[in-house]
């Protein structure tokens, strides 16, 4: 069973800047299109960027240009650069395969943007 370990969130100010990490326990990067998702309070989980095994990323419209999703297969390790943090980016962020059947979610790691 694949486990999966985000971490790097933390408290930040509106601008502000913090670099997610998530770790897997096996070689799925290599082999997975992954993603990492975002859930706020009372919404829904939602994909936030996405990267293929190629490297190619797409982003949701909101964090474009804003956000940078990489990935170091021989690390098992997708990473989420974030910059000029917004208060609608506070949430707690997870990191998984894209697109289903997901892996058991991890603890995921939490986002909070405010001043």
């Known amino acids: 069973q694949v486990q999966l370990v985000e971490s790097g969130g933390g408290l930040v100010q509106p601008g502000g800047s913090l670099r997610l990490s998530c770790a897997a326990s096996a070689n799925i990067f290599s082999i997975n299109t992954m993603g990492w998702y975002r859930q706020a309070p009372g919404r829904q989980r939602e994909l936030v960027a996405r990267i293929t095994t190629f490297g190619i990323t797409d982003y949701r419209d909101s964090v474009k240009g804003r956000f940078t999703i990489s990935r170091d297969n021989a690390k098992n390790t997708v990473y989420l650069q974030m910059s000029s943090l917004k208060p609608e980016d506070t949430a707690v962020y997870y990191c998984?395969?894209?697109?289903?059947?997901?892996?058991?979610w991890g603890q995921g790691t939490q986002v909070t943007v405010s001043s």
């Open positions: 998984n395969r894209f697109p289903a059947p997901y892996h058991d």
